[in-house]
């Protein structure tokens, strides 16, 4: 919760663009922009520079080059379509796709968390702590779908969530901070999937969820599956997110299914 009684969603990202594409619509349900009550920190792991560029013209070496702090600039767009104002990176080196040389780079997320999971999750500690956040969303276990830093976002995310109230824990990183509810985003495809706990109706801010992915230019294409459906398309076929509350800190036991993912702390 913050000082002035919000409480607060953390969002934990692999890459700029995954916030967007799967929880777009929720980060700005919660954004103070949008509602008194709650905010919406988003934290990126790594600047997504080993990533493709889908504009033809625009695949150059240079632009390989610099396609970080490209990345960076294309996250900001998507927060203000989105209306999050706060959001950080903790500045870990991408490990691009399953196979590629930099799962094997050592300043690569996957290898820090691999070889040293309690020193990367203190990154996200320290942010945990200064934040205080309430609710913390991540990826499964599969990191949605076997992605190196996805998976590596996904573990991080949970020791974060074990050890960042414990004070004996790296007490250097802040004083200690137990967020209440702990998810994992599951994939629109699955809506009947038993391990739904909470849908979020983000009919609302399908408009701007689709700005957002606008905004990551460089890697969604303009002509791609997620912005080929129209608003109506994405409202026929049922405007959610869906989570799985995976762990959880409330005295009462969570109601299932839940429509709000801070059920149960209002
Ligand atoms: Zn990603």
């Known amino acids: 919760m913050d000082s002035s009684g919000r409480l607060i969603l953390m969002a934990v990202h692999a890459h700029p663009d995954d916030e967007t594409i799967s929880m777009g619509g929720t980060l700005a349900t919660y954004a103070a922009t949008h509602s008194q009550t709650t905010d919406t920190y988003v934290v990126t792991s ?133 967020p209440k509810k702990l998810y994992e985003v599951r994939t629109p495809d699955s809506q009947r999937d038993k391990l739904i706990t909470t849908r979020i109706d983000i009919t609302k801010h399908l408009g701007a969820k689709r700005r957002a992915i606008q905004a990551h230019a460089t890697q969604i294409k303009s002509d791609g599956p997620l912005l080929l459906l129209s608003e109506q398309d994405y409202l026929d076929l049922g405007p959610y997110e869906q989570y799985r509350l995976i762990d959880h800190r409330i005295p009462e036991v969570p109601s299932i299914p839940e429509s709000d993912l801070f059920a149960g702390l209002r």
């Open 46 to 178: 790594t600047r997504g520079e080993l990533g493709e560029i889908v504009i033809t013209e625009r695949d150059t070496p240079e632009e390989h080059e610099r396609l970080g702090e490209t990345r960076m600039s294309e996250i900001a767009a998507a927060m203000a379509a989105l209306g999050v104002t706060h959001f950080e990176n903790l500045g870990f080196r991408d490990s691009g796709m399953v196979g590629d040389a930099g799962n094997e780079d050592p300043r690569s997320y996957h290898q820090h968390s691999t070889t040293d999971l309690d020193g990367t999750t203190e990154r996200l500690v320290r942010i945990i702590r200064r934040v205080q956040p309430d609710v913390i969303a991540t990826y499964d276990d599969f990191g949605g779908y076997g992605h190196p830093d996805h998976i590596a976002a996904a573990r991080v995310a949970r020791r974060a969530w074990e050890v960042a109230g414990d004070p004996t824990w790296r007490p250097g990183a802040g004083p200690a901070w137990s």
